[in-house]
Each structure stands twice: as C-alpha cells, then as structure tokens.
C-alpha cells in the first residue's frame, strides 16, 4: 500500500492555464506539506497543514492555494502558471506534535510539472 | 533562521568501500533533530536515517551511520559497504524541536550526488 500518494505524477501544461495536484496519505497523520524541488534539486518547504489548519506559508506567490478537505488529504492548486513553476513537487506527512517522537516526515513520489 | 550546508556537490565511491558525506548546519536551538534523505533517479524521497540532537548516541541503520558533533554543528553519513543502488542523490535535512507551529518544516541542504564505481 502506498503511504503517500500523489496524482499527477507528470503535468505538462501551458502558461496561464490553471492546475490542481493532489496528495492522499493513509498512515493517519495529522500533518501535511508541501515542498518545491527547482532545478537545481533544491528542496524548499511551501505549506504544511495540521489536522486541515495552515500553519506554515513560506511567502509562496497567492496563485499557489493549498486546500486540505480533510487531515489526509493536501491538494494544491496553482493559477496563472508561469515558466517559474516548473519543478518537482512533494506532498509529505508526519504524525501531530502531540504525539511526541513521530515527527519524521515521509514523502510521496513526487510530481514533475512543466510549463511550457 | 536555520541553514543546512552541504560543501560537496559530488562525491564518488568504489562498490564496497566506505564514502561519509558531510552536512553541517547553523541553529540557535538546543533541540532538533537532523535527518538523511537518499533520492534515487526514480525521485522519491526516502529516509536514510534520523538522528535526536539530544541523544550522543550516533544513530546507524545496518550500513548506515552519522557521525553526530553536536559543539560543532556537524551530521556525516557514513556509507560501509557501498552498492550500486546506494547511487542518488543525498540530503541532509533539519527539523526544529516540536515547541511551536512552524517548527515541523524541513530545511534542507543542497544535497550530495553519490556515484558508485563498479
């Protein structure tokens, strides 16, 4: 079974059109992220939600609007796409911050976007 | 702010022999917890190994192991036994002490490309 999943795994799509990427985790954590891989293999934090509340919005552009409908989900929406959006993106997880020493993160595979 | 810091872009190693990778990072707090990621031409991110800045015990996981300096601010992963599946892309990653909201995120350093020489 996969912990975290991600649809798409590739996007290819043009400027200005407007897409969504899903993430679904089922090992019942309350948190969830997302990161931005440039292409450079940079990894740097986006979001993170707990149990459905944002909590961390690292001064992403306002195209980029998160959404999680509930703690296993975290879909991320981004309008207007522009060529700097090309990178890969990881949804990840990890238990709440009550749960003590839970706190490492696991990621899904990953989705590759390409504005063209 | 934290910073993860990875001075080598490229590191190379012969199957079978041992190769450490080195990550250093620049904190105020007292407790953190530092984590290897491994990322393979297949891009998942997968967990190599975590350590707890609280504990002196270095942490290892069957070939794995980190060399953990917590005065000096280091976390180097020693690789024993290369094998060519352990050729990918290596990122060393900081997570600050669960006190406050904010803290879960990971910062990562800039990552490490391992080859393996047959």
């Known amino acids: 079974d996969t912990a975290v999943s991600q649809t798409p795994k590739y996007l290819v799509t043009q400027m200005g059109n407007d897409k969504s990427i899903k993430c679904e985790q089922n090992?019942?954590?309350?948190?969830m992220y997302w990161y931005k891989q440039d292409s450079k293999k940079f990894l740097k934090i986006m979001f993170s939600?707990?149990?459905?509340?944002?909590?961390i919005n690292e001064t992403v552009p306002n195209r980029f609007s998160p959404k999680s409908p509930d703690k296993a989900h975290l879909n991320l929406h981004i309008n207007s796409l522009e060529l700097g959006d090309s990178a890969v993106y990881f949804c990840?997880?990890?238990?709440?911050?009550?749960?003590?020493?839970?706190?490492?993160?696991?990621f899904g595979p990953g989705t590759r976007l390409l504005v063209l | 702010a934290q910073t993860v810091t990875q001075s080598q872009p490229e590191m190379s190693v012969q199957e079978a022999e041992t190769v450490t990778l080195s990550c250093t990072y620049d904190?105020?707090?007292?407790?953190?917890?530092l984590f290897w990621y491994k990322q393979p031409p297949s891009r998942q991110m997968i967990l190599v190994i975590r350590?707890?800045?609280?504990?002196?015990q270095n942490a290892t996981e069957n070939r794995f192991s980190v060399n953990f300096q917590k005065a000096a601010k280091s976390f180097s992963l020693k690789i024993s036994d290369s094998q060519l599946g352990d050729a990918a892309m290596y990122f060393c990653?900081?997570?600050?002490?669960?006190?406050?909201?904010?803290?879960?995120?990971?910062?990562f350093g800039t990552g490490t490309r391992l080859t393996i020489i047959p």
């Open positions: 904190t105020s707090e007292s407790d953190y917890y």
């Open positions: 350590q707890e800045a609280y504990k002196q």
């Open positions: 990653a900081y997570r600050g002490f669960i006190s406050n909201f904010g803290n879960e995120k990971l910062t």
């Open positions: 090992l019942g954590h309350d948190t």
């Open positions: 939600y707990n149990n459905k509340e944002l909590i």
């Open positions: 990840a997880s990890s238990q709440d911050r009550a749960s003590g020493a839970k706190e490492t993160q696991y």
